[in-house]
Every structure is written in C-alpha cells, then in structure tokens.
C-alpha cells in the first residue's frame, strides 16, 4: 500500500496525558499536512511542512501542540497536557508541490483521539 | 467562520433519484476539490477543478466549478446506496492549505 499511512488509528487517554501520533506520507510528496476534525465538522487545517520545514501553523494549534518533520519524511504531531476539547479525528494529507493551482491532497485514514 | 458553506448539510433520497449539493463562498479559490468521506476514514479526492466554468464527469457523478471560482456544484444522476456517504468541498487557499466546508451527509436509500 503506497498511500499515507497514520499510527495509531485510535488512541484513548486520560485528560492531562501526552499524546503523539504519527504520519508517514505518500513516498515521493515533499509536503504534508496535519488537520483536525470534530464531529459533524469539516476538517480544519492545523500546520504543514514543506520537506522539514514547518511553513505554516493554523491559530488553533496552541502552546501544547507541537509538530515535527525531522528528515522530511514521515511526521509526528503530540499533543502536551490533554484536555477534553483535544478530542476529535485527526488527519495527516500529502501532496507533491507543483507549480499553479493544483495541490491535490491525499488524506491519511486518521487517529481518533478520546480524552477522558 | 465557514468560508465554505455546502447545502444541504444533510440529505435523504431514494435509490435512482437525482440529487445536486452546493459549496458557495464569497471567496476566491485557486481550485477546488471535492472528498467523499466514509465514518472512521479519511476524505478520498474526487476530483479537482481549476478553472471558472470547469465540468467535469465521473462517472454518475459530475462537478462543475463556478465561472467566478468562488463556488461549485456536485450532480449525482441515478443515485445508488453505494453513494452515501460525507461529500466535503474544499477550496485550495494561497495554493497550500486546504479550507473545508462542513460537508452534506448523503443517505440513498434502496
């Protein structure tokens, strides 16, 4: 399977626990992607990197959340000091930069996290 | 704020109906794309379309792109209960992140 893989795809924690999970993008993308979605919501763009640089962060990702994508490739995303609103799906993508408009992003299935 | 409103958020019809969602914004979009989500998993693209007054067909389904860019339409023909699912538009901003609206749930049922 080539496509965007993500660890764990479930995780249950208590509030005030740490969290991370893990995203391995499509082999040959140079961006990925890391978004959050709540219930009954459409997913909401948290930050993306760009090889390891991190380019851009969401004002939703706050003081506690923290990304990494150390050689490029795959990414960690942890979560400091759970809470219950942390609780939700959350979605890595990955695409391969282009010049012009398309940035076709292709989604990973997601870690659902609870927070209890 | 939504930048993307979709309508209607949740639709039922019959198997072999018809049926169009809309995704309308105020903004304008470098492209637009269009996921269908099923529970658990993550969006699967469709299709993408970039520019004004795009059609594009698959199959049964086709998306159009408005000639402004600021909204598109998404037609089912013949609808069956495999279709059902969560379909969500996004609109590319700034050619990197991708802003969603809060999707249509879509039941066909046999």
């Known amino acids: 399977d080539t496509g965007v893989s993500q660890d764990p795809r479930h995780k249950i924690t208590k509030r005030g626990q740490n969290v991370t999970f893990r995203c391995d993008p499509i082999?040959?993308?140079?961006?990925l992607y890391w978004y959050r979605q709540t219930l009954g919501q459409g997913p909401e763009f948290l930050t993306y990197f760009q090889n390891e640089a991190q380019l851009e962060k969401s004002r939703l990702l706050s003081d506690r959340f923290s990304a990494e994508r150390p050689k490029g490739s795959f990414s960690t995303l942890e979560i400091q000091r759970t809470e219950q609103g942390d609780s939700a799906m959350y979605l890595c993508a990955s695409s391969l930069a282009v010049t012009g408009a398309y940035n076709e992003q292709f989604f990973g299935p997601g870690t659902r996290l609870t927070v209890l | 704020t939504q930048l993307l409103e979709q309508s209607p958020q949740f639709l039922s019809i019959q198997e072999g109906e018809n049926l169009t969602v809309y995704c309308n914004s105020s903004?304008?979009?470098?492209?637009l794309q269009w996921y269908r989500q099923e529970p658990g998993e993550g969006p699967v693209l469709l299709v993408t379309?970039?520019?004004?007054?795009e059609v594009k067909k698959l199959k049964r389904l086709t998306f159009q792109f408005g000639d402004a860019r600021k909204d598109s339409s998404l037609h089912i023909t013949a609808a069956q209960p495999g279709d059902t699912g969560l379909y969500l538009c996004a609109g590319v901003q700034g050619a990197q992140k991708l802003v969603f609206g809060q999707g249509t749930r879509l039941t066909i049922n046999p």
């Open positions: 082999s040959e993308h140079n961006r």
């Open positions: 903004s304008v979009f470098s492209s």
């Open positions: 379309v970039v520019t004004g007054g």
